[in-house]
Nanobody, 120 residues
C-alpha cells in the first residue's frame, strides 16, 4: 500500500504565504514525478506545479513567479511554497506522485487534499 498525505493548509490573508508539504509512504521502491493540483468549488481539478526526479519544474501560468515546488528525494516528500497569495488561489490542494511500489507496477497516486483559503 502507498499513501500520500498533505499538510500545511489553512486560512491566510491576501498577500500572505503558506507552505504545503506532502509525504509519500508505504511499500515504495521509487518515485518518479511529483506534483500539486488544486480544485476550487464548481471547477475541475487543475495542475498547479510539477517536478521531475531530476528537479525540472513546470508551473501553471496563474502561479508562475509566486509558487515554488521542491522535493526531497531522501524523504519522499514534495513541497509547495506559496507567496503573494490571492483569493483566486482558494481551493483544495492535492498532492500527486508517480510511484513504483515494491513488487508492483508503476501507478499514479493522490493524497486526500488540504484546504487553502485566502481571505481577509
Amino acid at each position: 500500500q502507498v499513501q500520500l498525505v498533505e499538510s500545511g493548509g489553512g486560512l491566510v490573508q491576501p498577500g500572505g504565504s503558506l507552505r504545503l508539504s506532502c509525504a509519500a509512504s508505504g511499500s515504495i521502491l521509487s518515485i518518479s514525478g511529483m506534483g500539486w493540483y488544486r480544485q476550487a468549488p464548481g471547477k475541475q481539478r487543475e495542475l498547479v506545479a510539477t517536478i521531475t526526479l531530476a528537479g525540472s519544474t513546470n508551473y501553471a501560468d496563474s502561479v508562475k513567479g509566486r509558487f515554488t515546488i521542491s522535493r526531497d528525494n531522501t524523504k519522499n516528500m514534495v513541497y509547495l511554497q506559496m507567496n503573494s497569495l490571492k483569493p483566486e488561489d482558494t481551493a483544495v490542494y492535492y498532492c500527486n506522485a508517480g510511484v513504483i511500489p515494491r513488487g508492483g507496477p508503476y501507478g499514479s497516486y493522490w493524497g486526500q487534499g488540504t484546504q487553502v483559503t485566502v481571505s481577509s
